[in-house]
């Protein structure tokens, strides 16, 4: 495995980590749910600082989420090329 695989491993299991975190943070901040409309919009204008922060923290999760995708498809690229180049003609 080379260093730029290795970086590229480390680089997804750091974000899937942080995308677990962000997801844990932004449900432990997110307000009460409720099913009736008009109930959750009264808890949302209490707590707007809150929802907007949940909201924050479940984008950024997101985002994590695809930088992980991002570097395991960089690493399987990765192995298929040196496979194909090591592969005889």
Do not use: Y
Request: aromatic letters at 4%.
């Amino acid at each position: 495995m080379t260093a730029a695989q290795r970086t590229h491993r480390r680089i997804a299991g750091a974000s899937m980590l942080l995308a677990s975190l962000l997801l844990l943070v932004s449900a432990i901040i997110q307000p009460s749910l409720k099913s009736n409309e008009l109930q959750q919009l009264v808890v949302i204008s209490n707590n707007l600082d809150r929802w907007f922060a949940t909201q924050a923290f479940a984008l950024c999760a997101i985002e994590a989420s695809a930088a992980e995708r991002v570097a395991r498809a960089v690493v399987a690229e990765q192995a298929v090329t040196a496979g194909g180049a090591a592969a005889p003609a």
